[in-house]
Each structure stands twice: as C-alpha cells, then as structure tokens.
C-alpha cells in the first residue's frame, strides 16, 4: 500500500499546534521516583514583591551555584515562554528519600557590585520562586533593618519535602541564615533536606495553595446571587415592557391598515414599522462590522470552551498549561469566525470577501503580539525574564499565518456558501428614509455610553477576583462561578441591547446595527476604567515596565470583553 503524501502546510500546523501542549516528560514530568533518584530544585524567577510581571532570571542577581554540573532535560512549552517561566538549574544535589545534613553548596565572593544588587533588591522586597516537581517554592532574598541601615541576606534553605508512596506531595521553604551584607567578605550559601511521610493525596498536594476563604467568600456568594437576581428582574421587565408596548404597536398599526389612504396621510404615523425599508439596509462599513461580529463569536467560543476545559481538568497546577490551552482553543476555533463573519459579510452584499476573511482572521491577533511586542521592547530594556524570545515570536507568527488563516479561511466558504444569502422579511427601499429630530436621550452616542452601565454591573464583583489572581498571588479555580457570571453577562447583554435597539428603530433611527453592537461593547470601557481604580487603590504597583505592562494588558482584555459582548 502506498503511503499517503505529507502536506507541508499541514505537516507545520500539526507540529505547531503540538508545541502548545505540554509534552509528556521523563523524571519529574511522571511525578513517579524511585528512592535515591535525582530531584531537581529548578530556580525560576526574582523580583519585586508589589511587582508580579516584573520578574528576572533568579541568577541575574549574584547568586552562586551548586557544585552539581550534570542535570537532566527540561523541555519548555509555548505557554511557559510567553509567561516568563525562566528555569535553571540550582546545582543542589537532592536525592528522593535521601535528607541531607545542614551544608554549604557555593560562595559568594561580595564585592561593592554584587552587594549593590542585593541592596537594590532588598530595598524592592524582591522574591524569588523556584520549583521542585512542579510544585512552586517561594522565598525572600534579604531584609533590612529597623532603621534601613543595614542589610541582611538570608543564605540557609531549609528544605521540607513531604512525599507519600513514590510520589512528591509537599515542598516547604524556611529561610535562616541571616548575614549583614559587608562589601569584600565571603558569604557561604548553605542548604538541607528534610524528608518526611504525608497522608497528603497526589491528587490533592496543589490544594495548600488555594484559598477558599477569599473565593468562597460570603460576598462572592452575595455578588452571583445579586446578579442572577438583577438577570431575573431584567428578564421580566423587558418581557413585560417589549410584550405590552408591541401589543399596543401591532393594534395601532392593524388600527390604520383599517384606514384609506386619506386617512392615513393625516394620520399622525410615528414609531418602528415606518423604518421597516430601511431596516435591513447594510450597516456602514460592513466589512469591519463582519470581522468584529467574526472575532467576538469565536472569542465567545474559546472563553466558553476554556472555562469548561478548567472547570473539568485542575490547568493551575501545569506551568503555562492556561495559556497553552487558550492558544490552542483559539487557533481551533477559527472556523466560528470565518463562519459567522463571512456569512454576515455575504448578506451584506459585500463583495471582498478575501479582505474581509484576512482582517477577521488577524484582528484579535494582531491587536494581542502588537500589544505584546511593544512590551516586550520595555522588557527587553529592563532585561526582564517576561521578554519573549525570537523563537517563540516565530512561532506565534506561524500559528497565525499556517493553523489560523487556513481555518479561517474554511470558516468563511463556508458561512458564505451556507448562510450568506439575505433573507430578509421585507425589501430594502431603493432610497434611504430621512431620520428625523429626536430627544437627547434617544441619540445613539448616548445609548452607547448607557447600554454597558448593567453589563458591567453583573460582572464587576467576578472583575475584582479575577484582577486579583492575575496581578496578585492567588490562584483562580473558582471556574464554576466564572460559567455562571459569563451566563449571566450573555443574558443582561441580550436584554439591554434588545431595549436600546427597541428605542432607537421607535425613534425611527434605522442605522440599528453599530448601535447594538456598541451599547454592548462600552461595557469594555467601565471594565477599563476600573482597571485604574483597581491600579491606584488595590495594588501597590510602580514602575514603567510593570505599569506598561498593567494597563497595555488590561486594554487587550478590555477589548477582547467589548468585541464579544457586542457581537
């Protein structure tokens, strides 16, 4: 039988999109170990405490290394290199089962320069992190005394390892040693091991890290419980108001088909069904108003499927495996868009359909790497861990250009082919119906700026958890309450647009289309400006990189929230 030829294109999508999981591994990566095997202690990252992005590579300060030269493989994933995840090998010789006495591994020579770094960083608060099986240690580099005189660095790593059967199930850090930093003296880095029997399950080890008090909060309960409350309430006013104002609609209007035509002329005709030629005229600027709708169906797509995939499996316990799983997820998804945007464009009557499927397909994309790229240049200049490598940059690119182009472009015959043929109830009128004078309130700049005013409403509470386990040390896996309030939002979203869009045609303002979508989106805007009370109130942050970082970030999230909402 001859075998089947292999398509370049398809052969490098595969392979790219293989890179975004995490690779089974040897070793450590099996969590399975034998008594006497080697345990590595991987060194990540250092930084300011009050700074969670800003990290650097734990041996940019001048920390020595262990005697310990040969060290197994480490395989890094897309997801880890686009977060900063910066292992290296600490040269400490740590063996499974085996404790090891108090002992010296390296020195540290101080001169002026070296105790200038730890000064600085001791000054910052800096932290470093490392990790023995995956499991992450935390420590503190040194600390000053009371009148910010002297300084200490604590040079002992006490080291607790709690293990059940074959398997590593808890890491604990003590840190002693505490030596006043002298310039031109010796400083003798020391370490031991502890090895002691847990009842801690493998399966439950990541649970020490987790924080029910904060997540399970009675107020987080109070919050879901207010906005399904406020979903229950709306619902019903809008059913009530649409129900009972359309009866009364339908009765006037039945009231002057009953009428001759005289009649009608004097006849004071005002509301919806005069725009009714007018209505389905195509929008201004199809083309981007297609690739927005695209990008916000398939961004809805991959927040639904990654939060059932978190809510199914623990991805906080794999370095990077969320994003990992984001990318993944996204590049998958691109069909919906191609679908939704193309088939949109096509009814439409738009007849750039190639254009149409290239800004759909690049949009989230290009507004995510430019967002990135321009922080990478600050992280480049600060040296920072966070700085994305050329490589990865490459491979992103081609995840673009080979997985989400194609895909996209599947999508998009597809939704033309299927769904692109107008359907509308009523014929368009040749020529477009003068909107008349009306109230303020009824303008659509001032519908925009009200329609997100409930939206954001039923999520800010979500808003405050989830800004907290990203730019502070939580970790999210409330997944369930993330499900409710994205159901939540679809709902309250659906409702105000179907009100703004109600008042707006009632006005006899026909250009409906930007109207809806927008009154949806500006809810991005009250999350952004949240984003800066959550900035100046709620963190201590400083400096340009972590600030750069803070608010370019903040307003891809935004907007991505906005595109979706909208559609």
Known sequence: MRPLPCVPGVAAAAALLLLLLPRARADEHEHTYQDKEEVVLWMNTVGPYHNRQETYKYFSLPFCVGSKKSISHYHETLGEALQG?????????????????????????????????????????????????????????????????????????????????NRIVDVNLTSEGKVKLVPNTKIQMSYSVKWKKSDVKFEDRFDKYLDPSFFQHRIHWFSIFNSFMMVIFLVGLVSMILMRTLRKDYARYSKEEEMDDMDRDLGDEYG?????????????????????????????????????????????????????TAIFVYAATSPVNGYFGGSLYARQGGRRWIKQMFIGAFLIPAMVCGTAFFINFIAIYYHASRAIPFGTMVAVCCICFFVILPLNLVGTILGRNLSGQPNFPCRVNAVPRPIPEKKWFMEPAVIVCLGGILPFGSIFIEMYFI?????????????????????????????????????????????????????????????????????????????????????????????????????
């Open 85 to 165: 995840v910066e292992l290296e090998f600490s040269g400490l010789d740590i063996k499974f089962k085996d404790d090891v006495m108090p002992a010296t591994y390296c020195e540290i020579d101080l001169d002026k320069e070296k105790r200038d770094a730890f000064v600085y960083a001791i000054k910052n608060h800096y932290w470093y992190q490392m990790y023995i099986d995956d499991l992450p240690i935390w420590g503190i580099v040194g600390e000053a005394d009371e009148n910010g005189e002297d300084y200490y660095l604590w040079t002992y790593k006490k080291l607790e390892i709690g293990f059940n059967g």
């Open 272 to 324: 919806w069904k005069q725009v009714h030629g007018d209505v389905f005229r195509p929008s201004s600027h199809p083309l981007i108003f297609s690739s927005l709708i695209g990008s916000g169906c398939q961004i809805f797509a991959v927040s639904l499927i990654v939060i059932i995939v978190a809510m199914i499996e623990d991805l906080y316990t794999e370095r990077g495996s969320m994003l990992s």
């Open 467 to 567: 800004f907290t386990s990203f730019w502070a040390y939580k970790i999210y896996y409330v997944y369930g309450f993330m499900m409710l309030v994205l159901v939540i939002l679809c709902i309250v979203t659906v409702c105000v647009t179907i009100v703004c869009t109600y008042f707006l045609l009632n006005a006899e303002d026909y250009r409906w289309q930007w109207t809806s979508f927008l009154s949806a989106a500006s809810t991005a805007i009250y999350v952004y400006m949240y984003s800066f009370y959550y900035y100046f109130f709620k963190t201590k942050m400083y400096g340009l990189f972590q600030t750069s970082f803070y608010f370019g970030y903040m307003a891809v999230f935004s907007t991505a929230l906005g595109i979706m909402c909208g559609s």
